[in-house]
Nanobody
Framework: QVQLQESGPGLVKPSQTLSLTCTVS??????????WSWIRQPPGKGLEWMGA???????YYSPSLESRTSISRDTSKNQFALQLNSVTPEDTAVYYC????????????????WGHGTQVTVSS
């Protein structure tokens, strides 16, 4: 059973960098053709796919966030991470990490394992 757990600060100041880590257990982030994604849900809005890192190490980003987003991984710890630069209050959301067996983007049925989500608030 694959499990994902998000971690990171719950409060970030405007213009700073949001940094989150997803720790994966029960499966390797380098295995098969899996894609490991970051997805967020602002209050009162739907899910938004932010980007992914493939088992191969290749990265993919939402065009709307690409200029501010970086996804990386630490294979020794079986973790992948999100950095979102120059945050504003509009980046306030619940942030999820998830596994897809393809590059699902916003096709939510493609994701078979999700973390519980972590609330991040952008406020001074």
């Amino acid at each position: 059973q694959v499990q994902l757990q998000e971690s990171g600060p719950g409060l970030v100041k405007p213009s700073q960098t949001l940094s989150l880590t997803c720790t994966v257990s029960g499966g390797s982030i380098t295995a098969n053709y899996d894609y490991w994604s970051w997805i967020r849900q602002p209050p009162g809005k739907g899910l938004e796919w932010m980007g992914a890192i493939a088992a191969s190490g290749s990265t993919y980003y939402s065009p709307s966030l690409e200029s501010r987003t970086s996804i990386s991984r630490d294979t020794s710890k079986n973790q992948f991470a999100l950095q979102l630069n120059s945050v504003t209050p509009e980046d306030t959301a619940v942030y999820y990490c998830a596994r897809g067996q393809g590059l699902g983007g916003s096709s939510w049925s493609e994701y078979d394992y999700w973390g519980h989500g972590t609330q991040v608030t952008v406020s001074s």
